[in-house]
C-alpha cells in the first residue's frame, strides 16, 4: 500500500465555482478524515467518516461543503460556490479505529 | 478558543543536542496525544502518541511526557539531527474523536 493520497495536489478555480477533491485511504483503514490547514495553523478538523457513515462535523463545514465516502472507500469533499477564503490546504488521513491517522499529501485550493 | 497550543512558533538546535517542544492543553476530557512532523509539500507524518493513562512513551530518539495536572506535554528528541528539521504539531483527542492540533513548532537542526 502506497499510503494516502489525494487528487488533485493543487486546485486553482473562479469565485462561484465548484470544486471536488478526492481522497483514497489506506485500504484496511475503516476511519476518513478530512481537514483544512491555513498558513501559520495547523490542520482543522472538517469532518469524519467511520466506514460509509458520517460521524462528526465541524462547525467550520458551512453548507457549502459536503463530503461522502459512498463505499467505506474513497472520500470526495465538494465546496460549492466557492470564496476566496476557501483558499487553503485540504488534507484527508485515515485511520484504523481511534489510532494514529495517516495523511495524504494535500489538495492546495486557490480561489481567485 | 484555541484548545491546544504550542507557544514557540519556533525552535533552533545545534545538531547532537537535545530538542524540547513544548504543547499544552485547554481541555481536561483529551486522553489521547500525538505529535506530528510535517515537510514542506507533504502531509503530516505520524511520529509518537501517549494515552492519558501514562506519562512517558519513548520511541527511539523521540520521548514524550505527559503532565496531566499542569494540561502540558513536550517532545524530546536526542540526538538531535539535520533531519528533524520540519514543522512539529501536537494534537489531542478525547474518546478517540475531536482531533485538535495546534499550530505548530518550526525546528531548525543547525549542522
Known amino acids: 500500500d502506497t499510503g494516502v493520497s489525494q487528487d488533485p495536489r493543487h486546485k486553482i478555480t473562479k469565485r462561484g465555482q465548484n470544486v471536488t477533491f478526492r481522497c483514497d485511504p489506506i485500504s484496511e483503514h475503516n476511519r476518513l478524515y478530512w481537514y483544512r490547514q491555513t498558513l501559520g495553523q495547523g490542520p482543522e478538523f472538517l469532518t469524519y467518516f467511520q466506514n460509509e457513515a458520517q460521524l462528526e462535523k465541524s462547525r467550520l463545514l458551512s453548507d457549502r461543503f459536503s463530503a461522502e465516502r459512498p463505499k467505506g472507500s474513497f472520500s470526495t469533499l465538494e465546496i460549492q460556490r466557492t470564496e476566496q477564503g476557501d483558499s487553503a490546504m485540504y488534507l484527508c488521513a485515515s485511520s484504523f479505529w481511534e489510532n494514529e491517522q495517516y495523511f495524504g499529501p494535500g489538495t492546495r485550493l486557490t480561489v481567485t | 478558543d484555541q484548545q491546544v497550543k504550542q507557544n514557540s512558533p519556533s525552535l533552533s538546535v545545534q545538531e547532537g543536542r537535545i530538542s524540547i517542544l513544548n504543547c499544552d492543553y485547554t481541555n481536561s476530557m483529551f486522553d489521547y496525544f500525538l505529535w506530528y512532523k510535517k515537510y514542506p509539500a507533504e502531509g503530516p507524518t505520524f511520529l509518537i502518541s501517549?494515552?492519558?493513562?501514562?506519562d512517558k512513551n519513548e520511541d527511539g530518539r523521540f520521548t514524550v511526557f505527559l503532565n496531566k495536572s499542569a494540561k502540558h506535554l513536550s517532545l524530546h528528541i536526542v540526538p538531535s539531527q539535520p533531519g528533524d528539521s520540519a514543522v512539529y504539531f501536537c494534537?489531542?483527542?478525547?474518546?478517540?474523536?475531536?482531533?485538535?492540533f495546534g499550530p505548530g513548532t518550526r525546528l531548525s537542526v543547525l549542522p
Open positions: 501517549i494515552s492519558s493513562i501514562k
Open positions: 494534537a489531542a483527542s478525547s474518546y478517540g474523536q475531536n482531533f485538535v
